[in-house]
């Protein structure tokens, strides 16, 4: 069981607009900036969002994420078929039992 | 171009050890923290352990505390994860991560390509 919630698929036709949820708690989410991460079929996680809604160079801006209270969100505009891949969400958490990192369960994004 | 590159995986037994290194280059290594990120076979990413620049600071995810050990030589250019005592349930892909800034509670930017832990009789 993760610590943040996001749907465990999603999908979409080229073209559509996609979101992608990720719910957490007032330790991390409501209290510090939201990651996204984007994993193609057998390969590594990239950095795909960080600090709620910031794109590293070469992320191309069809990506966009946002936040509000305990919950964020990843946007895919003009979804392609290369954007097929699992997303995670991950925040720090000021936990009392000592901070550490979190993630969502990952969403698997499928292009119809 | 950051480059990171995790060696030292392998097929153990239940309550053995086993040491995972990253040999990092394309940056200046003492200038950021570093995590161990893992994922079990078919699962999601769960964070393992991260150190600060000069080790100051030091963090671990509660399911390794106690077992595992990180650790990182700047000289080298180099991370380490000790894992001792280990369980069928630290089976995964163990990933190398490099923080976004100097301590650990910074985001991780990029990551190697994974070392496969098994532990297994």
């Known amino acids: 069981q993760s610590v943040l919630t996001q749907p465990p698929s999603a999908s979409g036709t080229p073209g559509q607009r996609v979101t992608i949820s990720c719910s957490g708690s007032?330790?991390?989410?409501?209290?510090?900036?939201v990651n996204w991460y984007q994993q193609l079929p057998g390969t590594a996680p990239k950095l795909l969002i960080y600090s709620n809604n910031q794109r590293p160079s070469g992320v191309p801006d069809r990506f966009s994420g946002s936040k509000s209270g305990t919950s964020a969100s990843l946007a895919i505009s003009g979804l392609q078929s290369e954007d097929e891949a699992d997303y995670y969400c991950?925040?720090?958490?000021?936990?009392?039992?000592?901070?550490?990192?979190?993630f969502g369960g990952g969403t698997k994004l499928t292009v119809l | 171009e950051v480059q990171l590159v995790e060696s030292g995986g392998g097929l153990v037994q239940p309550g053995r050890s086993l040491r995972l290194s990253c040999a990092a280059s394309?940056?200046?290594?003492?200038?950021?923290?570093m995590h161990w990120v893992r994922q079990a076979p078919g699962k999601g990413l769960e964070w393992v352990s991260g150190?600060?620049?000069?080790?100051?600071?030091?963090g671990y995810a509660d399911s390794v505390k106690g077992r595992f050990t990180i650790s990182r030589d700047n000289a080298k250019n180099s991370l380490y994860l000790q894992m001792n005592s280990l369980r069928a349930e630290d089976t995964a892909l163990y990933y190398c991560?490099?923080?976004?800034?100097?301590?650990?509670?910074?985001?991780?930017?990029?990551w190697g390509q994974g070392t496969l832990v098994t532990v297994s009789s």
């Open positions: 007032s330790s991390n989410i409501g209290s510090n900036t």
């Open positions: 991950a925040a720090w958490d000021d936990s009392l039992n000592g901070p550490h990192w979190v």
């Open positions: 394309g940056f200046t290594f003492d200038d950021y923290a």
């Open positions: 991560a490099k923080g976004a800034m100097l301590d650990y509670y910074s985001n991780f930017d990029y």
């Open positions: 150190i600060s620049w000069n080790s100051g600071s030091i």
